[in-house]
């Protein structure tokens, strides 16, 4: 499962989506919102995404992670909305019956997901400036162009 979320993410509710007697192994990532970015004081964030086409990316980005890993279980979800410093912006969980494929596998979600998954992030500076960036086209994920804007300025 790949959501997009309002509310709060809750990791407990979260991972008891995932139990499995197959499952030797369950690894979770969770991405929070820190205090910077790129060298500038960060003091919250604002997440959009257009979530139809963002939750169909983010399963097809679980569908191959299935595919190439041997693993029993996998969510993903992130939150948009205005995030405070400290939030936890997105959580991802799998199970495997060894630890091994699902370190290997919540890693490689977590990154297609940064690379692939639509969605746009307004960060907000200790100064009062702000600049929206696109996931995935920025930091180590970063690819040709400027990013798009954010859906509600498009």
């Known amino acids: ?52 086409l963002a939750e169909k990316e983010g399963a097809r980005i679980l569908a191959e992670t299935r595919g190439k890993f041997p693993i029993i279980g996998a969510v993903c979800v992130h939150r948009v909305g205005a995030l405070a410093l400290g939030d936890l912006a997105v959580w991802v969980g799998v199970t495997a019956a060894h630890r091994g494929a699902a370190f290997d596998a919540c890693r490689h979600i977590i990154d297609e997901a940064k690379s692939r998954v639509p969605i746009w992030k307004k960060e907000n500076y200790a ?6 960036i696109n996931c995935a086209t920025r930091g180590e994920h970063a690819g040709a162009g400027v990013p798009p804007a954010p859906p509600s300025e498009a």
């Open 1 to 52: 499962m790949f959501k997009i979320s309002t509310a709060p993410l809750d990791p407990a509710a979260l991972a008891r989506m995932l139990p499995d007697a197959r499952a030797g192994a369950c690894v979770t990532f969770e991405g929070w919102v820190r205090d910077h970015n790129d060298g500038h004081p960060v003091r919250s964030l604002d997440y959009e995404a257009y979530a139809p």
């Open 127 to 132: 100064d009062g400036a702000t600049a929206w």
